[in-house]
């Protein structure tokens, strides 16, 4: 299809497109070309800006949860913990401040399943904020590819109707918007490449961190229900 539209015919007028360069192409290019390009901008930067704040967010929680962690298990009884007010930050942290009031609503008389609900629902919640936002990387993993793909297509269209319409199919006629096609392709894979990679890299650490935050929920309903003698 190219090589239909790169067949050099004789023409006597000059042009100056063969200087032109990406950010003019990118300016004057077709009205849906540069609709697609404008949406995968948009795609490219808030998946960057998720991409920065997820990373940030993740490795706060995964420090914050591991010094509580360590503070938990050297604690001997858990009403020793509840006095140390330097550990208020991070999920595990507002687990057990869950599990704190849960206690104090639900103590006359003790029960354990009211308790449990709670801090499992505690875990829930901050499991959804850790996952907030990557979903979207994925979407744009799948998608920018092939919205990059119809900017081509359609730029290629635009440059068969500029022969229909000139009469001339040199590359000076056809080349910027082949170019401007092309600028559509590269551009969704930019989009999509580091999307695809930050989205199974935060995976994995999700359900790491997901995994360590679960046992720890289990153990500490398990020390609540122990040391506070919780029944059904």
Do not use: C
Not at 179 to 190: D, H, K, N, R, V
């Amino acid at each position: 299809m190219l090589s239909l539209l790169l067949q050099a015919a004789p023409v006597t007028e000059t042009t100056t497109t063969g200087n032109q360069h990406l950010i003019y192409l990118v300016f004057h290019a077709d009205p849906m070309v540069q609709l697609t390009l404008f949406i995968l901008l948009v795609f490219s930067v808030v998946s960057w800006a998720i991409i920065v704040a997820k990373h940030r967010q993740l490795k706060r929680s995964e420090q914050h949860s591991n010094q509580f962690y360590e503070v938990f298990w050297e604690t001997k009884k858990l009403e020793e913990m509840m006095t140390k007010k330097g550990l208020r930050k991070g999920p595990a942290s507002h687990i057990f401040q869950t599990a704190q009031q849960s206690l104090e609503t639900h103590k006359n008389p003790g029960r354990k399943e009211p308790v449990a609900r709670d801090v499992r629902r505690a875990y829930e919640e901050e499991l959804e904020q850790i996952e907030y936002g990557v979903p979207f990387l994925a979407t744009t993993a799948s998608a920018a590819p092939f919205i990059g793909l119809f900017g081509t297509v359609w730029g290629i269209l635009n440059a068969f109707w500029k022969i229909g319409q000139s009469g001339a199919s040199s590359l000076a006629v056809v080349g910027p918007h082949i170019a401007e096609a092309l600028i559509a392709t590269a551009i969704g894979l930019a989009a999509a490449i580091p999307a695809v990679i930050f989205y199974n890299v935060f995976i994995n650490r999700i359900r790491r961190f997901s995994k360590d935050l679960e046992d720890f929920t289990d153990d500490l309903i398990d020390r609540l229900s122990h040391e506070y003698q919780l029944g059904k």
